[in-house]
């Protein structure tokens, strides 16, 4: 008895990571881009600008880390 399997792929770039993801989608068949999503640091400035600079510092705190800190990640968020 066969099974098939779903593979379910995520890839962190610094750049262009749509344009990597159309092609690694091309690349391989049956593969397609279902969702693109945004770190905080990537979202445009606007009205609600307070709760995205506070989940920017939260966001790059936490990439600081080896291990999840909630400690320095409250602290990261209660910055003035």
Not at 19 to 47: E, I, K
């Amino acid at each position: 008895m066969s099974q098939a399997y779903k593979n379910t792929i995520c890839h962190w770039y610094d750049g262009d990571a749509e344009a990597a993801a159309a092609f690694y989608a091309a690349t391989f068949p049956n593969s397609s881009v279902d969702s693109v999503h945004r770190a905080p640091g990537d979202y445009p400035s606007g009205s609600k600008w307070q709760v995205r600079a506070a989940a920017k510092r939260v966001f790059e705190a936490m990439m600081e880390m080896g291990k999840i800190d909630i400690a320095g990640i409250e602290a990261a968020r209660n910055v003035a």
